[in-house]
Structure formats: structure tokens, C-alpha cells
């Protein structure tokens, strides 16, 4: 499938002051998002997920690297016309109404004024705000303005979307709005990368991932590729069994109350079998263990791991 | 350049939303509406003082609102972080960084119209005379505006906007005391070489302010000498020229800049 994004050994560091040491946020970054995929960038904070987008948006110039989008190098004004952008946390000027505002980003985008008063209504409606368009938006709540800022992503009908943190701010119904936005636009055919830190979302809507640490993707692909055991399997039981103490290779160990599951190690499903069955066990299912990405993760990035970058 | 004409108009709007901007145009509405209580202006002198404080009011409005645009509009968008959004929209650097500048002056435009319909009333009403020369005083002033707000552009792409307000302050002195300070500096054979060089290079870098200041003599009425199209077209020449120059520079360090 063609990547709709590509980046390869992408380097950025910043002055941190004067005369102090430069400060590395990426450190050969590379990545691809197959087109028509959800993809979520996960990593602790300063693992350089930002700088990353904001580098695929051409906010900032990298010391070092290669960024393809849609196959053509480099970010041009031309490319970012077919990329939605939601920035973390977005800001606006408040005193402006959602209509105006949607207005002036219409028109940046090169749409005309028909096209944007089309536009207009359609996203206000899609993020749930049409009753509140003509109003200014100082007093909106930190999830409208979210709102607000993916409406501004989409005005220009982008094939691609890069949204940072897009459930940030959010309240639970918030969050499921969101998602439903996400799988919606998905539907539709757009191709979006997401970086998020909450790793129930992203397990939710994204086909794969990729995890930053330390300015580094430690590892990327789809959730069902990385999330797949490869050394450990599962073994399920129609019913608890409870006279096998010490009989059980040494890998094997429960993982509830009920002795029911239990995982071990690949090399010692055979003989887990066999002093299952002989004890009469029924077996429900074997199979290959699938971790959680709470697991996975920490499995990559360490509980210490985090403020490397930026 | 449908977007540089989006971003100029953001600017309008947004100054119309600043308390700043109708303080500054009230306070000169008002102490030019005072002049005449001066107790100098009752000494037969009353027009050419009239014309002559409320021009170096305007100018002094017209410096400020420069400055305080011109330092803020940037840094202002960047830390509201307002230009993530605006900048990943397909608009190149440049349009936005033209149209910016090109929205202070149609704010520093509005501004000295208005200034200059109210002092046109006012001075009808006081002494019963049209004076429209004051829009040539007025035309300079909008130049030097220019190149002031060009100037805090450049320094703002960088600088916190308290520094660059200082720094455009002391090159708008610079500028105007250029012609007679640096000169003596450059050509003082008591000055050290590294001074001497210093001077050298402000005096033939730096544009004289002090060339498009023609409010005394349109406040005495062009007595000593007529400001003519040709001396106009001549300054326009000299602000355009450095403004340009600015902007270069200017739109050059923000297309490098990490946002």
C-alpha cells in the first residue's frame, strides 16, 4: 500500500541557551503511514512526537532528513492544501465567531466563498456546534474549541490528517464524539495520524502504530502485528482446574483468579498440553498471547522513559 | 495573494479589537482638540502652534501604533500559538509575513485619515481655513510608519516584543539625530577607529528619518520652501526603498524560523 507519509532519519535539535549544549528531539526518526490508515504516534512526553508533526506541517526545519508526503519530497504550500492540521491544544482569536473563523481558514485554503458557506454549515453540523456558530467564542468550553480546531483540519477537504492530541481537553462524551468523527473520516477514505497519550484511544481507532522514544521510532506497525506475542501463548480452559500444582512447566502462570488462563512460553505449549490433558482438562482455546498496548508499550519505552526530546 | 490581502485584513480586525488602538486615537483626538488652551497659542501664534503640536501628536501616534503593531502582531500569534493553524493552511511564509505588515499600515492608514478629517474640521471650525497641505505632513508621517513598523517587524521575528519596542525606539532616535550625531562620530579624529567605523557603518546603513519630518514646515505654511510633488515622490522613493529592504530581510529570517 502507498505510504501517504514517509519520513527517514529525520534529526532536529534545539538551543537550549546560550553557549549551553544543543538539545536533541529526534534522532533519526523514520516512519510511514499507508494511506487510508489510522495511525497513532504514541511516546512519553518529550519523546519528540511534536516536533515530529510539526515538522510533517513545515513549522520547523529539520537538521537532517527526509519528509515524502504523498510521495513528493519536502512540504510545500501545495502539499499542506491536502493536509488537515489540529494543533495540541488549539488556540483562536476568541472574540470571533466559529463562523468567521472557519471563514478566514477557508479562505486561506483557496476555497471560494460559495465552497466555504457550504463548508461552514456542513462542519459545524459534523462537530456538533451549528447552534452555537454565530457566537463569539470566548466563552466556549475547552472541548468546543477542540471541536472548533477539527473543523478548521477539515475545511479544506484534506486527504491527510495530522491531529495532535485530538482528545485532549475532552470530556468522556467528548472523547467518544471524537472517535466517531475518527472512524467516520476513516470511511471516508482519509488517511490520519494522531499522536495521543491516551493509549485506550489510540488502541480503539488506530490500525497501527508507532511508538517515539527518545527522538527514535522503537517500534511501528499494525496493532495486530505488534501486539502478537511472539515467545508466548495462551491457553484457555473450558473449566478451573485446581489439582496441578507442580506439574506445569515453568514459564507457565495464571493470569486470573480462576485458574482458567494461563500464559507460557512457546517452547512449552506441548508440555503444558499433555499435563493438561492428562489431568483432564478441557481445552477451550490455545493460542498466540496478544499483549495489551499499555504492555506493549512499556515493553518499548521503560516507566522511566520520557524527556528525552522535545 | 488572496491570502496577503486574509492576513492584512486579520490585522485591521484584530487592532479594532485591541483597547490599545482606541487609546491611542483618543488620546491624540483629544490633546489636539486641547492645543488652543495652551496659553502660548493665545499670542497671535495660534495656527502655526495649532498645526505644529497637533503634527508632532500625530506623529507620535503614528510612532506608537508602528511600534507596538509592528513588535506585536508576530509574537503575538506565536505565543497564542494562533499560527499553527494558519500556517498549515497552503500559504507560503512570505504571504503571510507581507500581508501582516501590509495590515499595520491600512491600521496606521485609517488612523491618520481619521486624524487628519478631524484636524481639517477642527481647524475650519477655530479659523475658518481650509489647510489641506496638512495631508502632505501627514503622507510623511504615514512614511516614516513604514519604515519604523517594517523595522519592528524584522526584530520581532526573534525578539520578546518588550525588546523590540526598546530596540525600534532607540533605532527611530538613531535615525533622526543620523544626519548631524554620526556624522560627527564617523569624521571626529579624536574618536577610536572601532567607533569611528561604528558610526561609518550606521550612517550609510541607516535610513534619515529625519528627511521625511516636514511637519514644521507645513505647519508654518510651506513659508520657507513648497513641498512639492517631486520632494514627495523623492521620500516615497527613500521610505519604500528601506521598507523593502526590511521586508526582505525580515520574511527571509521568518521563513527559517522554528514555529
Known sequence: MQAVLRIEDLRKSYRTGWRKPRRSALNGLSLEVPRGSIMGLLGPNGAGKTTTLKAVMGLIRPDSGNIWVFGIDGITAEARGKIGFLPEQPYFDLYLTPRRLLGYYGRLAGLNSSQIQSKI???????????????????????????????????????????????????????????????????????????????????????????????????????????????????????????????????????????????????????????????????????????????????????GGGEGGR | MRAVFTFSWSVVLDALHRKMFYVILALTVILILLIPLLPSAEVGVQLGLMREAALGLTSIMAFLLAVILGSTIIPGEIGRRTIYNTLSKPVSRWEYYLGKFLGVMVVLAITLLLTLAILLLFIAAKFGLFNPGLAKALFTIFLEAAVLASAAMVISVYLSPLVCVFLTGLFYVVCHVKGDFLYRAMTGSGNSPLLRGLAGISYYLLPNLERLNINETIAHGESAFKVGAMELVLLTGLALAFTAVMLYIGGFIFNRRDL
Request: net charge negative.
Open chain 1, 121 to 303: 454549515s456542513h462542519l459545524l453540523s459534523l462537530v456538533d456546534l451549528g447552534e452555537v456558530a454565530d457566537l463569539s467564542m470566548e466563552r466556549y468550553s475547552k472541548g468546543m474549541l477542540q471541536r472548533i480546531g477539527l473543523a478548521q483540519a477539515l475545511i479544506s477537504e484534506p486527504e491527510f490528517l495530522v491531529l495532535d492530541e485530538p482528545s485532549s481537553g475532552l470530556d468522556p462524551l467528548g472523547k467518544e464524539q471524537v472517535r466517531d468523527l475518527l472512524e467516520e473520516l476513516k470511511r471516508g477514505g482519509k488517511t490520519i495520524l494522531l499522536s495521543s497519550h491516551q493509549l485506550s484511544d489510540i488502541e480503539e481507532v488506530c490500525d497501527g502504530v508507532a511508538i517515539i522514544n527518545q527522538g527514535l521510532n522503537v517500534a511501528s506497525g499494525s496493532l495486530d502485528e505488534l501486539l502478537r506475542s511472539r515467545d508466548e501463548y495462551e491457553i484457555t480452559l473450558e473449566r478451573p482446574l485446581s489439582r496441578l500444582k507442580g506439574k506445569l512447566p515453568p514459564s507457565a502462570s495464571w493470569v486470573d483468579g480462576q485458574k482458567k488462563t494461563m500464559i507460557l512460553s512457546k517452547k512449552e505449549v506441548n508440555a503444558a498440553l499433555k499435563v493438561l490433558l492428562e489431568e483432564g482438562a478441557e481445552i477451550g482455546e490455545v493460542r498466540q498471547r496478544r499483549m495489551t498496548l499499555e504492555e506493549f508499550f512499556f515493553s518499548r519505552v521503560g516507566k
